[in-house]
């Protein structure tokens, strides 16, 4: 399974930007999506996740913010950012996890850069 994350740039404070995540290989279900990011010099910081028939989960810090979605027949995540701030620069990592004809996979993507700077 591989995931092709995009969307990232350069955005001024009070910006938006749209993330996407994309699956492929021999999927067969998807149960959970989520966004996740990283800053210089931080760790790795949940930010939300979807899953099958369930609510969408947020982190805190972003709840009012940020916005998760998922496109199943696509095989696609989505982060709708809203009103960000220098403190959102970071690399975004989307994180998929379910079942191919193999077995269970987690799989991580390469990450978008967000940079938000006026």
């Known amino acids: 399974v591989q995931l092709q994350a995009s969307g990232g740039g350069l955005v001024q404070p009070g910006g938006s930007l749209r993330l996407s995540c994309v699956a492929s290989g021999s999927i067969l279900s998807i149960n959970s999506m989520a966004w996740y990011r990283q800053a210089p010099g931080k760790e790795r910081e949940f930010l939300a996740s979807i899953s099958s028939g369930t609510t969408p989960v947020y982190a805190d810090s972003v709840r009012a913010r940020f916005s998760i979605s998922r496109d199943d027949a696509k095989k696609t995540a989505y982060l709708q950012m809203h009103n960000l701030s220098p403190e959102d620069t970071a690399v975004y990592y989307c994180?998929?996890?379910?079942?191919?004809?193999?077995?269970?996979?987690?799989?991580w993507g390469q990450g978008t850069l967000v940079t938000v700077s006026s």
């Open positions: 994180n998929v996890r379910g079942y191919t004809d193999r077995g269970s996979f987690g799989s």
